[in-house]
């Protein structure tokens, strides 16, 4: 199994970032995928999830409406676009692969090493 | 919420560690998950549903608890331990982390 997350960027606060994650060594679609951020210095923080075939999608709070999770399993890859970014939303970034296809019940069994987004003017 | 005591456990290889987390709230299904991180690195899953270990883990770890209180136990600490643990809840969203315990070399 390996995630590469892509993406990152310092971006000035209101702006947008679309995060990538290129999944590869397993099927894809039969997983659920989540991405979960870490501030420096700081805990890890869940931000989002999605099915494996996109059919139920979960955020925190403190993302919803600004971000939007989804997937192509055709191209193995997970998308986290970020829009109207904020001081707060400074993290690494990881994508992780859920163990099974549906959300809750399954936790995260890998993940990539992240992507940071720096939100500063 | 999920609240993990201690903050830091300074403990000496070939130690026992036992770290602790306590929900605010029942965790449905019992879906808890440990896991291991060193610096820079990203997290490792070592235990799943509470008290199952992920593959390669070895039994040194384990997991234990139902409801609101779980615990991690290593057993035997090994210098490649030290490092930050979270545990996570996984039953109903949001998914929620616990704030950490750093183990360290007392």
């Known amino acids: 199994v390996q995630l590469a997350e892509s993406g990152g960027n310092l971006v000035q606060p209101g702006g947008s970032l679309r995060l990538s994650c290129v999944a590869s060594?397993?099927?894809?679609?039969?997983?659920?995928m989540t991405w979960v951020r870490q501030a420096p210095g700081k805990g890890l923080e869940w931000v989002s999830s999605?099915?494996?075939?996109?059919?139920?999608?979960y955020y925190a709070d403190s993302v919803k409406g600004r971000f939007t999770i989804s997937r192509d399993n055709s191209k193995n890859t997970l998308y986290l676009q970020m829009n109207s970014l904020r001081a707060g939303d400074t993290a690494l970034y990881y994508c992780?692969?859920?163990?099974?296809?549906?959300?809750?019940?399954?936790?995260?069994?890998?993940w990539g090493q992240g992507t940071l987004v720096t939100v500063s003017s | 919420v999920l609240t993990q005591s201690p903050g830091t456990l300074s403990l000496s290889p070939g130690e026992r560690a036992t770290l602790s987390c306590r929900a605010s709230q029942t965790v449905s299904g019992n879906y808890l998950a440990w896991f291991q991180q060193k610096p820079g690195q990203a997290p490792r899953l070592l235990i799943y549903d509470a008290s199952s270990r992920a593959t390669g883990i070895p039994d040194r770890f384990s997991g234990s608890g139902s409801g609101t209180d779980f615990t991690l136990t290593i057993n035997r600490l090994e210098p490649a331990d030290f490092a930050v643990y979270y545990c996570?809840?996984?039953?109903?969203?949001?998914?929620?982390f616990g704030q950490g315990t750093k183990v360290e070399i007392k």
């Open positions: 999605i099915s494996g075939a996109s059919g139920t999608i």
């Open positions: 060594g397993f099927t894809f679609s039969n997983f659920a």
């Open positions: 996570q809840q996984y039953g109903r969203s949001p998914w929620t």
């Open positions: 992780a692969k859920s163990a099974g296809f549906r959300i809750t019940g399954t936790t995260s069994d890998y």
